[in-house]
């Protein structure tokens, strides 16, 4: 049974910077399409950031310019760089994987990829 585990999350001012890790139970080369959402209290899940189809990589609006997604395959490892933090960011940050590529967007349901981690904090406050 494939296991993704996040961790990276805790409590930073703004201005500063956080880097989430997502650890895959397996092979992350079986993964064409793996991503970053989170879901703030009271709001709906967003899709943060997604790679898919080996280099493609697409971010929200909100992130563009501040976060970037990459991964280490000798790892197994998915990683967030998140910069310039706003309070904004706070939330509750996802990693997803699902092995094809087609349909691999930020707006993607819930049921669009096949494995999801439990989850890491970020708050964003002075």
């Known amino acids: 049974q494939v296991q993704l585990v996040e961790s990276g999350g805790g409590s930073v001012q703004p201005g500063g910077s956080l880097r989430l890790s997502c650890v895959v139970s397996g092979s992350i080369d079986s993964f064409n399409c793996m991503g970053w959402f989170r879901q703030a209290p009271g709001k709906e899940r967003e899709g943060v950031a997604i790679?898919?189809?080996?280099?493609?990589?697409k971010f929200a609006n909100s992130v563009q310019g501040r976060f970037t997604i990459s991964q280490d395959n000798a790892k197994n490892t998915l990683y967030l760089q998140m910069d310039s933090l706003k309070p904004e960011d706070t939330a509750m940050y996802y990693c997803?994987?699902?092995?094809?590529?087609?349909?691999?967007?930020?707006?993607?349901?819930?049921?669009?990829?096949?494995?999801w981690g439990k989850g890491t904090q970020v708050t964003v406050s002075s």
């Open positions: 997803a994987a699902r092995s094809q590529w087609v349909g691999c967007r930020l707006d993607a349901d819930f049921t669009d990829f096949t494995y």
């Open positions: 790679k898919y189809a080996g280099s493609i990589r």
